[in-house]
């Protein structure tokens, strides 16, 4: 049989240029092809189900039901983006004619389209076995784009890891990828060979801001740099309006019980900063820790010992920040019992580990605010997050709230709650740093745009255009010409 | 009068404070504001174009007709900008309206758009003077996204650099734009602070790869990384194909001849590398000398001392490597006549300075190839470039020869020449790096994107979302909803 999963530099040294030549290969194959080995992929994990999901309860401790949705998430994800792919949705085919008369000169005939970059490495998430690990957004999106992946497989979930390997591999021979498209890696050592090798040409992570950090300095230390697709942490904060503490209190208390300790609140996700208004607090310490002794957390222990320790310490910086009183303790065991701490806005400073220390795990903090101008000075102190959440009420003004949290975040959110994030055209995961290490998102189909690059082709002859910008538009795409879109309906 | 050129660190930090205050007033402005204070700058460069163009020739030895040329270019470029911001063409809004039954669960509201960065810190270029300095691709694009900008003017046209500066700073005042939105800074210091400094969040820059991969490294290693847009360097390789040659060439050799010459060869698009097939060579031998020598340089003397020093350096390396035969000496004076040397493919190595170091000056290597396969394994060497070109028959195969440059560069040509860059939609002005430090382009309407986020709002009240993403599109803007793009013609 052939080999799926390397280990060592060696290995990812061997891996790296199988999926260069596969690379290579595969940009050779219609767009309608590469849809397909999306589908073979999406149909072999699905028909795999039950054996999936087994694997995955036995490394992660995480209930099958909530396996069982992450796993219909990862194959809807590789539908739509094979649709994407159909479409030509993210090729941003753009075309100029020649002009003589064109304002600063006379123009040549100019077409841009974006094509992929090469060999993507992807690093898998701890605390998504499917959704960000082997066949993950960012292993899905790369091979949208047309690139090669080679998957660094998660030591936490390295049993389900290497089966799914197999799986895409297979799925992807019995479909005509060309061998070597996909691989997975085992171990540090080969981890951090896929960061170096020149190959290499772009690299999704999802994981600490601790290693994110190492792996990201790494990449931009290169002889060649190449972009690093970071996801590193957040706290998400979400705030209470006084309309809404008036109108729903006890709704809101539930809501963010459920969603803080959803999955043992490891979740990039998890709101971790409830903002009341300081007329809510008495409320919310006479509820909430009931709220969140009785919560389902859906999890019989944490993912992995390191990240229980790294919960328990982050915790223990926001139990001793001056200001901070416990409402709940957690105690040390694993699984951890929800905590929650309270602070006012007043005493929390600049660089507060009440905004700066993510505690991955069920633990979060409410602070009060006395006024909206003491609210907003606290959110100004932020870093990047994913997500920012109001709850308001109809008609009161959010303005200068919903402005703040756009600054410091990619997806800000009404009246909802933070976990939870669809896959569609729309969604944007991402933020300012340190949640992610650029602009862009790693869900939803918009997450493909980052393994790609334009090249513009000037005065070629039809014949000798990419399909998808010749003249007549034979492949039917989307265009934007002479400035103006052109949507090419379906049929 | 207000201070519109600042210098020094405490300079700097007082420019871009300003800057960031100028940032978050403007961007309570309309888009259609936003668009008037680019068409505003455009108006006053061009009123005060025959002092400019004086200035410009004082500072930089370049001859009226191609600092016209240049002007009217950067011109207009604002212009174009400006129709771009009216259009809201590059906000990439997109709708998701909730839904019920998406594949993967229920779908909430989510709305897309870009939203601009803040504080962009601009390097001008020493060899464009209007279109890659103050008031260039960088500076215009960083305003067109609603960025606020402070530009490092380049020593080698201060003269020029200042007043332009003064002219953009009155002409934003007058059309209402807030005070400190553009601004300029002198001296090392003051740009070396424009990198660390915690408002700027994003760099251009065009220059040298010693320079740039500094400044690179430096906004890599800051607490917050910033994204840096900078444009290094570039070869650009042009291949004459046997069937080319044998058609046109004479046309080609004195089109390389000027093209090659123009501007001193002072352009990051110069022709660097001619790759002539072997029984080319001996025709070329006799007739670029000449073609060489009387070529119109359009230009008394090279743009600075160190333009002259470094290109006199590289050219040296060149010159040095074994196998590379002179056929057209220089000389180290001011300005240097052009030089011309000549190296068989065969004998250029991996690491060869032939296809490393840019003579950033007027002279180029002919590289003869025996073989389309010795061709090829030359190019798969070559380090990322702007441009590529190609000079073939009508009908003649270029499959691999146009897929090798494609793979090395941003924008690939047949049978034109690189100099000469046009501003427009399908335009790609970067490449791999060293060419470009990231796989966006400097020059078209999408440098805008290089300053840009996404955010996605979820659930928001109509009334609250931005007006480019409300239901009824009272701004008509171009926006994808539910999957289809849905242009909306001009009234």
Chains 1, 2 share one sequence.
Request: with cysteine; charged share 20%; aromatic share 6%.
């Amino acid at each position: 049989m052939t080999t799926t999963v390397f280990e060592g530099t060696t290995g990812a040294d061997e891996a790296i240029r199988a999926a260069h030549a596969a690379f290579l290969e595969g940009r050779t194959h219609s767009r309608d092809e590469r849809a397909s080995w999306l589908e073979a992929i999406a149909d072999e994990l699905e028909a795999h189900r039950e054996e999936l999901v087994r694997l995955a309860g036995e490394d992660t401790h995480l209930p099958e039901a909530r396996l069982n949705g992450e796993l219909t998430r990862s194959v809807f994800q590789l539908r739509l983006l094979a649709d994407e792919v159909r479409k030509g949705a993210f090729l941003d085919a753009t075309i100029d004619h020649a002009d003589p008369d064109w304002g600063m000169g006379p123009r040549p005939d100019l077409r841009r389209m974006n094509v992929p970059l090469g060999v993507v490495g992807v690093f898998g998430a701890s605390n998504f076995p499917f959704a960000f690990s082997v066949m993950g957004g960012d292993s899905a999106s790369a091979l949208a784009a047309g690139c090669a992946v080679v998957h660094k497989v998660h030591d936490a979930h390295a049993g389900l890891g290497r089966r799914t390997v197999e799986l895409v591999v297979d799925a992807l021979a019995r479909a005509g990828a060309p061998e070597g498209l996909f691989s997975g890696l085992l171990g540090r050592d080969a981890g951090t060979a896929l960061v170096d090798h020149p190959l290499t040409r772009a690299i999704g992570f999802t994981g600490s801001e601790r290693v994110g950090r190492l792996l990201l300095d790494r990449a931009a230390a290169r002889p060649e740099p190449i972009p690093f697709y970071g996801e590193l942490g957040s706290i998400n904060p979400v705030v209470v309006t006084p309309g809404a503490w008036r109108e729903r209190a006890d709704d809101i208390l539930s809501g963010f019980a459920a969603s803080m300790t959803l999955g043992l609140g490891q979740f990039c996700t998890k709101p971790g900063l409830l903002f009341l208004p300081s007329e809510a607090v008495e409320r919310a310490r006479e509820k909430l820790p009931a709220l969140l002794q009785d919560a389902p957390t859906g999890a019989g222990a944490m993912l992995s010992r390191s990240i229980h320790e790294g919960f328990l310490h982050n915790r223990g910086l926001v139990e001793e920040t001056p200001g901070v009183e416990p409402l709940l303790e957690g105690g040390a065991g694993d699984p951890p019992s929800p905590a929650l701490f309270a602070v006012a806005a007043a005493d929390v400073g600049e660089d507060s580990p009440v905004l700066t220390s993510e505690m991955f795990g069920p633990a979060a903090v409410v602070v009060s605010y006395a006024s909206e101008e003491e609210l907003l000075a606290t959110l100004d102190h932020l870093p990047g997050q994913l997500t920012g959440g109001i709850h308001s009420a109809d008609g009161e003004a959010i303005g200068p709230i919903a402005s703040a949290l756009t600054d410091r975040a990619g997806r800000v959110l009404r009246n909802g709650w933070p976990t939870g994030v669809t896959v569609s055209y729309a969604q944007q995961h991402g933020g300012p740093y340190p949640a992610t290490t650029s602009g862009t998102t790693s869900v939803g189909t918009a997450a493909v745009g980052r393994f790609l690059r334009p090249v513009a082709f000037q005065d070629f002859a039809d014949a000798d255009l990419p399909p998808e910008l010749q003249e007549a538009n034979p492949q039917r795409i989307s265009r934007r010409v002479d400035g103006v879109w052109v949507e090419v309906k379906e049929a």
